[in-house]
């Protein structure tokens, strides 16, 4: 039977450019997706190939779990879980579960979604891959401030937040299930040419599109977590940070275990509702 590939953000950018490669491997693919339709064009493209399109709205805890009952029903082992989507949100704003934006849709929804199926990922010794960015360093987690209501809204503060919570979400996933045989990887694929990026704009939009010049292909940008999903040579390497398909260090602050532990527990109690 072919291995399975469950990922979000499929439809465009680096994780479409992951599951074509996927594809042409002959995996089968589970794509969560908002925008399923943008699906129908990779079926058009690989006939032959097992794609499957769920839907799943990640500022929507409610839209995430029904998703993950969903794989569920697929009755199919999962080979590789790719926490691929993510975003960046100029304006701050609130998911209808009254979170901020940039934290549940780069975070909290992924650590559900991915808790929500670990029954499953022990049974399949799944690897998980967190798609984090160098951004983490930016981040600096104020725990009596997770959703940013006290201090002024900065998009890229938020964003670095995020691949901060990323990286701790990876070390936990391995301190907690890697000696069931869950392994766990967070990775930055680079600085790449997508729409990533497309609701920012004003000075920050002038900042990336300076930078367009400079940055890699999305193909590019997909051989890490690539690497990540296929290499037998670093399952070793559970719950640790990748860059350009090689080990890579991380922010002082992203050592902090305590924090990371404590990012798990106020996870669980932010997403109670909906065990």
């Avoid at 953000?9 to 042409?24: D, P, Y």
């Avoid at 029954?119 to 799944?126: A, G, M, P, W, Y």
């Avoid at 350009?244 to 109670?272: F, N, R, T």
Wanted: aromatic fraction near 8%; proline fraction near 2%.
């Amino acid at each position: 039977m072919a291995k399975h590939l469950v990922i979000t953000g499929g439809t465009s950018g680096i994780g479409q450019a992951a599951v074509i490669s996927f594809l042409r491997d002959e995996w089968d693919v589970t794509i969560l997706a908002r925008n399923v339709d943008k699906v129908s064009k990779l079926k058009e493209r690989f006939k032959d190939a097992n794609i499957h399109a769920v839907y799943c709205d990640l500022s929507s805890l409610e839209s995430v779990k029904h998703a993950t009952q969903e794989v569920l029903k697929l009755q199919r082992s999962i080979d590789v879980l790719m926490n691929n989507a993510g975003g960046i949100f100029q304006q701050k704003s609130e998911t209808v579960d009254g979170l901020e934006m940039t934290f549940e849709v780069n975070h909290l929804s992924h650590f559900l979604l991915t808790t929500e199926m670990m029954d499953r990922l022990i049974v399949d010794q799944t690897r998980v891959i967190n798609v984090s960015s160098e951004a983490h360093r930016m981040g600096e987690i104020d725990f009596e401030d997770l959703q940013l209501e006290r201090t002024k809204y900065s998009a890229m503060k938020a964003y670095g937040n995020g691949k901060l919570c990323n990286i701790y979400f990876t070390q936990e996933l391995h301190r907690r299930f890697g000696d069931k045989g869950v392994t766990a990887f967070a990775c930055h694929p680079g600085v790449v040419k997508t729409n990533f990026a497309g609701e920012v704009s004003g000075f920050l939009n002038v900042l990336l599109s300076a930078a367009k010049p400079f940055m890699i292909t999305p193909q590019e940008g997909a051989l890490t977590p690539l690497y990540l999903a296929t290499s037998d040579t670093i399952l070793k390497h559970s719950g640790r940070y990748f860059e350009k398909q090689k080990l890579a260090s991380v922010a002082p602050q992203a050592l902090d275990q305590k924090a990371a532990a404590k990012l798990w527990e106020i996870s669980e109690q932010l997403v109670a509702d909906y065990r």
